[in-house]
């Protein structure tokens, strides 16, 4: 009778066990259900887009699809026409300037020896927006400024070519 009391206690124990791992699994399984559910009602946010409206007022000025170092020249040229305070950086060679520069660009050759010493004399409260060419000797004259303190420089994208058209077309 003992046995019979014994192996009537274990069964039951497992029963009891069986029965809970199934509950178990059975709500996990709801909830996982329930989430997706949910979850299909939502848009997910947009590529390079704010996910909070209020971001969208902080950052008037930058497209969509640059970061906050690259600014399309379009959007640069209508900020220069708008704010007097925001200073063109010129950073080509005399022979590509020799070709063609912006009105009022202050120029300061990437190549040359002094180039370094000629950023650090820039006034860190001012707003810069910096171009080349095509816009890789920018990008790094950018990030360097950036480095040095002067967090208000932006890249202008696709050089000066696309910058000067831009520009031009906006007259």
């Not at 002094?114 to 707003?127: A, H, I, Q, R, Y």
Request: proline share 4%; with cysteine; net charge positive.
């Amino acid at each position: 009778m003992d046995e019979w009391k014994d192996w009537n206690i274990q069964h039951v124990r497992c029963t009891k066990q069986l029965t809970f791992n199934k509950m178990k699994k059975l709500s996990f399984y709801l909830l996982m259900s329930l989430l997706f559910a949910c979850a299909g009602k939502q848009e997910p946010p947009k590529l390079n887009q704010p996910v909070n409206k209020s971001e969208t007022k902080e950052k008037p000025n930058m497209a969509d699809n640059t970061s906050k170092e690259d600014m399309i020249a379009k959007l640069a040229c209508e900020n220069l026409k708008s704010n007097e305070q925001i200073t063109l950086l010129d950073v080509r060679t005399p022979e590509e300037i020799a070709e063609g520069k912006m009105d009022g660009a202050m120029e300061i050759d990437f190549r040359a020896a002094d180039f370094k010493s000629n950023v650090e004399k820039l006034d860190k409260e001012k707003t810069y927006y910096v171009y080349c060419r095509s816009g890789g000797r920018s990008g790094k004259t950018v990030k360097m400024m950036r480095e040095m303190g002067i967090p208000n420089s932006y890249n202008i994208l696709g050089g000066f070519e696309k910058f000067k058209g831009a520009c031009e077309s906006g007259q």
